[in-house]
Each structure stands twice: as C-alpha cells, then as structure tokens.
C-alpha cells in the first residue's frame, strides 16, 4: 500500500510538471509579455527595462526554474488587467464556486443514486419507465441548455427565482458565504440544479445498470433466502457494492464537474473562478489563465489520488504491490 | 456463416425495438437535411446579400406579425431561424463526424497496440489515458481553444480529440485482451502471421464490436460538446452557424419574450442528441454480452 501511494504521488508530480511546462510556453510564446506589462506605447528603452526586470533576458531553463520556483510559493504573476496578483484574483472567487460545485453534487448524489436504486427494483413499472425516459433527456440536454431554459421557465416567466448573481453574501474574513442567508439559498437554486443535472442523470443510469447486475447474484440470493428485511438487503449487500465503482467514476470524472461549472458560472452570472476564467479568455489575460490551469490541475490530480487510495482501501479485492 | 446469423439477429430485434427505429430516422432526417441545406432552406443566413434587417426579429408564422417564409421566426440580424439551424445541424454534424472519424481511429490503434503488446506500451498509453480522462475531454477543449483561438472547425475538432480518443483506446484494449488469448489467434500465429496481419487480420474484426456503441454514445457527446464550446464563444468561428452559437445569440433577448430565437435551436440540438442516444441505447444492450446472457 505504501508503494502503490509513493508511485501515485510522483505521477502525480510528473503530470503536473507537465501542466507547467505547458503553462510557462502559453505565457512565454503566446503574445509577448513585455508588451503586455509595459504597455503598447512604451518606447524601447522601456521595453528593455521591463524585459530585464522580469528576467525574460535570461535562458529559457532558467526561465522555467524561476517560474515553477514562483509556482511553487503561490507567485504567477499580476493580472494583466487589473494588475491584482492572479493567485489572490482567483482565490477570492473560491468560495463562490466550491459552495456551487459542493450543494450540485450532493444534489446530484442523493437524487441520483436514490432513484438509481428505485428504478432497478422495479424496471418496468411504468412510473419507473417514466424516470428513465427522463434521465434520457438529462443526458441529450447540454448544460448550457438546461440553465438558459430553467431561467426562462422560474425568473422570466414565473419570475419566483433570481436569474443571476450570488445574492447576499456574508463575510466570514477568508471566506465569503451564501449559506447564511435567505436571499444566498435563494440565489443558489437554480445554478446547483443546472450543474446537479447532468452528472444526476449520469449517476441515476450507473446505479440503475450496477443494481440489475448485482441483484442478480447468488449472494443475493442468499441474503434473500436467510430471511434478511428488504432494506438491509438492497442498501447493505446489494449497493455497497454497486455503490465503489460509482463513487470512483463521480471522483474520476472531477474535472468534468469543473468543465460544466464554468457553463453555469457564465450563464448565471455567478461570481465564481469559472466566470473569471472566462472574462480572462476574452480579455487575453495570461497570468489568470494560467494559474486557473495550473490549480484546476492541482485539484483534480489530488481528487484523483484520494479517489485512487480510497478504492484501494474499500476493495478488498484489489491488492497493490 | 455466424457473420450473417449475428447481421440478422441484429436487424430483428431492430426492427421490434421501436426507440431504436424512431432514433435512427430522427438521426437520418437531421443527415439528410444537412446534406440537403443549400435546397430546401429558403435562405442561406450567412449569405449577407440575402439578408435584409427589414425583417429583424420576426415572431413565427403562426403569430400576430409572422412573415412568410420565415417559418419559424427570424434573429436579430434577419437571418431566417429555420434555415440557420439546418446549416447549424451541418456545422454539429460535421464536428460530430470529423471527431469520432479521427479520435475513433487514434484511440482504437493506441488500444489495439496497448492491448496486443502489453508491458510498458500499456503502462505508458493507460497511464496518459487516465490521466487526459480526469482532465475530461470538455475541459481540455475549452482551455485549449481559450489559449490557441478558435479560427475553424478544424481546430475545434482538434481540440475535443486532445481527450475523446481515450473512450476508444480503453474499450479497444478491454476488448483486444479478451480477443487475443483465443485459440484462432495462436494457430494463426503457429502459422508464422507476422504481428501486422495478426493486428488486422485476426484481432481488429474480432475486437471491433464495442467500439460500436462507443461511436454511438460518443457522436451526442461530442455534438452537444461542440454546442457548448460555441455558446461559450471559443468554439466554430463567428461566421459558421453553430446551435451554440445560435442560443447564445438568443439568450440576449431572453428577458423581452424573443422565445424562439432560444427554443427552436434548442429543441433541434436535443432532438439530434435524443435521437442518436436511442439509437445507442439499443445498440449497448444488443451487443453486450454480459446482459444477453442473464437474459
């Protein structure tokens, strides 16, 4: 066990090395830094200042080291726009978007792997029929579709919930809430079913298709035979077991749930890290991009881990030299 | 023999399965009209001598200011609504073909060689995989096309294979492992059949069948990928007609009742994407074995 999380953690090092590799090229060759920092009217004189002051004279490798050496101690660089460090830029939208992500997969969870369950007891009741008819439109609707056409029907049209924004925020210090007030659970409604969509349906559909396989060993069988209550048979033998290969794809598939929450940040307004990913595209501002790359990376590599060592320590099946 | 018994045990129980019929001419129709764009649409919204902003934002027909022939209305430009979403159909076709066509051939060459050859080729290509895979084929696109641009379809293709060949690779591999210990592929290689003609001759027909329904599936991921990546605004160039793109365009007027510009590309882009998932949800549970046999 020990060897199999050495050897995760040093891949784990390697991929994001690459990450920044690929990063310090998108910074150092996509559009010219200098220009960007010192202005387009800067005379040339200026020009070389700014391109010494950066370092941006020296050799390349030395160039790379001194980034991953910044990297590492949380230095990328100030916006090119509003001249903030783009590691402070990003954190500050944090919160937004971890309570979002957070609220839409134990949505999605819950939702999800409960009806899962329901449906594969009964496949072909007709109500159960209807759910996965249902869940066959979830995963044929794009995001994107699903917010645009949830803010028509309850903020247009009906005009119960707010279209966007984060509503009121309370200020803890580090960390700015929305679960604290009314008005912040108000707001979060519908971008968490937006993002909750998708992966519910995803998530219904793996628990459904796990339950039928499972339900129809002889253990089982068995557990039936002794007598067992309904209850414990379905949620202790039958989806204990279904339930580790779903838990590992929800983990697996993080960077998908990153993916789609920069969708929902953009249609909602919601001030988040996806939101300001975007604006940063539109706004050519390399710094940001590339420290959302570099800690998207980050994150999903660590999720991934755990994932990984977590299975291995359920699945007794599985042993690691 | 068998070849010709599974080919009509397929088309019987297509031909019982009416979603899996209803999927595969809804899919047809969208094919047929595409291809047929140019013909049978009463204008080429991006024609510019064809549109006149004296018809801006008309409702459709059957409304109080309804003008023939925009059917079913027209955008803020003029540009018919009907007519842009059968040319965006070509733009969500031709991504959705180009990816599967490329990413499908890639991802099963890397699988068929990381299952055949085993040891550090399949250590190395899985281990990538994987890692692309938690990235996730959605991610890896947006980011790419945000830092390179986003000039032509080809670069959007390119884009969202980055990832996509990893659904291909590991399904080809899953499928070539089990492929490969069978007797037939060592009495062809006791007959000294070089490793090319045991890949092709031998492995590839026998292991292929999988990668069947992956196309399926993978063909409505990547038309409602190429939709997203265009409403975000990296995906086809602006001079393209994208459902995307379309959506994104009518969402501007979502608070003064402009519907259709949102509703009816909307409603083409999941029919596209239902219509394709019936037909892959046929095709997953016949040729699963696993389910055939509890059957």
């Not at chain 1, 490798?61 to 916006?79: C, E, K, L, P």
């Amino acid at each position: 066990m020990g060897t199999y999380i050495a050897r995760r953690l040093i891949q784990g090092v390697a991929v994001l090395l690459v990450a920044s590799m690929l990063c310090f090229a998108i910074f150092r060759y996509m559009g010219d830094p200098v220009v960007a920092m010192a202005g387009l009217y800067a005379t040339f004189e200026e020009r070389e200042m700014v391109r010494r002051s950066m370092g941006l004279d020296k050799p390349i490798y030395v160039q790379y080291v001194r980034f991953i050496w910044n990297a590492a101690h949380g230095n990328f660089g100030r916006s090119f726009v509003t001249r903030v460090p783009a590691l402070d830029l990003i954190l500050e939208r944090f919160p937004a978007t971890f309570e979002l992500a957070c609220v839409a997969v134990v949505m999605a969870f819950c939702i999800g792997v409960g009806s899962g369950v329901l449906v594969s007891l009964k496949p072909y009741a007709w109500r159960n029929r209807a759910i996965m008819a249902g869940s066959l439109g979830g995963i044929s609707l794009p995001t994107f579709l699903t917010g645009i056409l949830l803010i028509m029907v309850f903020a247009v049209y009906l005009g119960i919930l707010p279209p966007y924004g984060r509503g009121e925020v309370l200020d803890l210090g580090f960390w700015r809430t929305g679960f604290l007030t009314l008005d912040g659970l108000w707001h979060l409604v519908l971008p968490a079913t937006t993002l909750a969509m998708y992966q519910l349906a995803v998530l219904l559909r793996l628990t459904r298709a796990g339950m039928r396989e499972v339900l129809t060993e002889e253990y089982i069988k068995t557990a039936w035979a002794k007598g067992l209550p309904p209850r414990k048979v379905i949620f202790k033998h039958a989806l204990r077991n279904v339930l580790i290969p779903v838990v590992t794809i929800t983990g697996l598939q993080f960077g998908e749930l990153i993916a789609f929450s920069i969708v929902t940040e953009t249609i909602y307004q919601w001030p988040g890290m996806g939101n300001l990913l975007l604006t940063s595209i539109y706004e050519n501002d390399q710094p940001v991009i590339v420290t959302y790359i570099m800690l998207a990376a980050l994150i999903i590599l660590t999720v991934n881990i755990i994932v990984d060592i977590l299975y291995a320590l359920i699945n007794p099946k599985i042993r690691y030299g | 023999m068998a070849e010709r018994r599974i080919r009509s045990r397929l088309l019987y129980s297509y031909l019982r399965d009416p979603s899996a019929i209803a999927g595969s001419i809804i899919l047809f129709i969208f094919i047929l009209a595409a291809l047929l764009a140019p013909w049978i649409t009463p204008q080429n919204p991006y024609d510019l001598e064809k549109l006149t902003l004296e018809y801006f934002l008309t409702p459709p027909i059957w409304m109080e200011d309804g003008t023939a022939p925009f059917i079913l209305g027209t955008d803020d430009q003029g540009r018919d609504i009907l007519s842009t979403i059968i040319y965006g159909c070509r733009t969500s076709l031709l991504v959705g073909f180009g990816v599967v066509l490329i990413a499908g051939t890639i991802g099963v060459t890397i699988g068929m060689l990381a299952g055949y050859y085993g040891k550090w080729v399949d250590t190395v290509t899985m281990r990538v995989a994987d890692t692309l895979f938690s990235f996730s084929t959605t991610l890896l696109a947006f980011l790419f096309l945000g830092v390179f641009g986003h000039g032509s379809v080809f670069i959007v293709i390119t884009a969202i294979c980055i990832a996509d060949w990893v659904r291909y690779a590991r399904t080809m591999r899953g499928s070539v492992l089990e492929v490969k210990e069978a007797a037939y592929i060592m009495a062809a290689r006791a007959t000294g059949a070089t490793d090319l003609r045991l890949l092709l001759r031998h492995i590839l027909p026998n292991a292929v069948t999988p990668i069947f329904v992956v196309v399926a599936v993978d063909l409505a991921v990547v038309i409602m990928l190429e939709a997203t990546l265009s409403f975000l605004g990296v995906g086809v160039p602006l001079t393209r007609p994208s459902l995307g793109m379309m959506i994104a365009n009518g969402k501007q007027y979502i608070y003064v009742g402009m519907w259709w510009m949102i509703l009816f590309p909307g409603a083409a882009l999941v029919m596209l994407v239902v219509g394709i998932n019936l037909f892959a949800d046929w095709l997953r549970e016949e040729l699963n074995p696993k389910i055939k046999r509890k059957a």
